[in-house]
């Protein structure tokens, strides 16, 4: 059984930094890309950032390019964000999901718990 869990999230002031991690288990890691996801109150999941098998591929929303990098280590069973220059409007519980193949462009089939983060003005 897969699980992913998130961790890392928190209260932070606006243009502070925080980095949130993803630990899996379940299968074997480095086959597959992941994503980072987030959803704020009144609003749908959207996509934020993802990472194909070895990292060398990344894909990132608009609006954080520039600001997020996600990464991953394979040894450890482990995905990033980093996530920097926080807004307000960042302010979302974020999700860790895990891919259906190498590529990013394959879609997800697993979701982590969740990780509040929440930024002040």
């Known amino acids: 059984q897969v699980q992913l869990v998130e961790s890392g999230g928190g209260l932070v002031q606006a243009g502070g930094s925080l980095r949130l991690s993803c630990a899996a288990s379940g299968r074997i890691f480095g086959f597959y890309a992941m994503g980072w996801f987030r959803q704020a109150p009144g609003k749908e999941r959207e996509f934020i950032a993802a990472i194909n098998w070895n990292g060398a591929i990344t894909s990132y929303a608009d609006s954080v390019k520039g600001r997020f990098t996600i990464s991953r280590d394979n040894a450890k069973n482990t995905v990033y964000l980093q996530m920097n220059s926080l807004k307000p409007e960042d302010t979302a519980v974020y999700y860790c999901?895990?891919?259906?193949?190498?590529?990013?462009?394959?879609?997800?089939?697993?979701w982590g718990q969740g990780t509040q983060v929440t930024v002040s003005s």
């Open positions: 999901a895990g891919g259906m193949r190498r590529d990013i462009a394959g879609g997800y089939n697993y």
